[in-house]
């Protein structure tokens, strides 16, 4: 079948899929709250959607969010071209994204898994640090084993990073209007991905080579993990007997 077919196809079991699994969403059930001196204190730490975008923390986190993905989303896009022009056979070429593609979800899990442990930042650091070093290794690699085994790298760093924001957000803002705020830093992120794709492209016509690329995205993945240090610890609302 042709590409329109395939995405046709796909599109429409992504559709059937994501539907019925959202129908067995169900709310969680309530939670006892104590009452007097011991009751927590309400989440959000008495921020307005307002306050907290005009907040460094909240600067800092879309900034990281649209470096990270500027960073990696050109990479992504142009990994199979990259392969073929390295003289990697094309279907080959489709197996390296493939790889990067299931060793991203095993990132998923595995980076929340962390994050659960040791905090979200620690692990995003770590996480846009890798992805930095994946990005600059494509200016060395031109075999199949070693693009499959940058693609495993790449693959965990992107992978496991972006699920991670939305837990900063509920960290340094509060459960109350984390939808707003990650729907924002969201948006900023979003500009990222668009930008990244459109770059190689231009760069590869104008040079005939994915090499200044390269050197872009890994200036600009090094630039979302100085941007992540700047974040300061979140505050947090204190009560009173």
Known sequence: YDWRTALFTLGCLGWGITLSCALLLRRPPPEAVPAGPAAPVPEGHGMTVAQALRTPQFAAIALTHFACCAAHSGPIFHMITNAIGCGIAPMAATTVLSVAGFSGLIGRIACGLLADRVGAKPIVLLGLSTQALSVGLYLVVDSLPAFYAL????GLSYGGVMPLY??????????????????AVSMVSTLGMAIG??????????????????IASL??????VLIALTCRPPRRAVAVA
């Open 197 to 214: 794709p459109w770059a190689g492209g231009f760069v590869y016509d104008r040079f005939a080579s994915y090499d200044w690329f390269y």
């Open 166 to 183: 939305g837990i900063l957000v509920r960290d340094y803002f509060g459960a109350r209007i984390m939808g707003s705020v990650f729907g």
């Open 151 to 154: 693609s495993v790298l790449f």
């Open 219 to 224: 200036s600009i993945g090094i630039g979302a």
